[in-house]
Structures are given as C-alpha cells and as structure tokens.
C-alpha cells in the first residue's frame, strides 16, 4: 500500500506554514504556506498529479508569490508620512493655509502628503497670509512650523 498525497495534505502543510509566520515574523513562510494552498487546490482540481510535479509547482507557485510580494506589492505600500524622518526631511514642504493666523491664535496649514505623522498643523508667519496661499516650511518649534508665504 503506497502513501498518497491528498490534497488536505497540502492544505495543512499550507496553514501550518501560515502561521508559522507568527512565530518567525519574517513576511516570507507566508508565502511558502500560499504556494502549499495553490497546490491543494490544484490537486483537487487534478488528482492525478504525480509527487515531483507537485513539489515543482510548489516551489515555483511559491517564489512566484514571493516575488511578486518584494516587487510588486511591497514598494507600493511604502510609508508616505515622512513619520520619524528627521526634521531636514520636511523643510521645503509647501501646504495650502486654512485657517489664517489672527492673534493670539495660531494658523493652520494643510499638507497633501502627512508631514511628521499629520497633515494639518499650527504655524507661525512672518508675513501676512490668507485663507488659500500655498506656504513653505522653513523650521520647527516644538508643535509649531514656521513656514514662509510661497510665492
């Protein structure tokens, strides 16, 4: 009596895998138990699927996820927010002014893109600015900006 392989075989072998990611948090088993899941369903597709195939496809189904994983989808989800980037990252930001200064109140300004984890901030103006002008970034105070009026 020879052992086959089921294709629940492969689902176990694909969700141990899977999390086995939560052990060993390194984004890249995960797509190794992905590849185990792609051959179950391809061997309940075709049962006739011989061993060496379907360790060939595995591997192959496996490194195609991965690849797709660091190439593809990883570089589109890179942090925008400049969150924990020192402050020379932000200077020369330019954000749109929503609330005007008008002492003693502070103005706030409006980034398109999150400066420092948030994109509305207070800031303070040498020049007088309205509700609309584009204004520059050129330090930071603690919570405040400094800005300039841009041009």
Request: net charge positive; no cysteine; glycine share 6%.
């Given at each position: 009596m020879a052992f086959q392989i089921e294709y629940w075989h492969w689902v176990?072998?694909?969700?141990?895998?899977?999390?086995?990611?939560?052990?060993?948090?390194s984004f890249t088993i995960f797509w190794f138990g992905l590849g185990a899941l792609l051959i179950a369903a391809l061997l309940w597709l075709m049962p006739e699927l011989g061993m060496s195939v379907q360790l060939v496809a595995w591997a192959v189904?496996?490194?195609?996820?991965?690849?797709?994983?660091?190439?593809?989808?990883r570089p589109m989800m890179a942090?925008?927010?400049?969150?924990g980037i020192a402050r020379e990252a932000v200077l020369g930001e330019t954000g749109q002014v929503i609330l005007a200064p008008q002492p003693p109140?502070?103005?706030?300004?409006?980034?398109?893109?999150?400066?420092?984890g948030d994109d509305e901030w207070e800031f303070i103006c040498e020049e007088p600015v309205a509700i609309g002008d584009r204004v520059m970034i050129t330090e930071i105070s603690g919570n405040t900006l400094i800005v300039k009026k841009r041009g």
């Open positions: 176990v072998f694909g969700m141990l895998l899977i999390m086995a990611e939560l052990v060993v948090p189904g496996s490194s195609l996820f991965a690849l797709a994983w660091f190439k593809l989808l942090d925008r927010t400049k969150a109140r502070r103005g706030q300004v409006r980034f398109s893109t999150p400066v420092l």
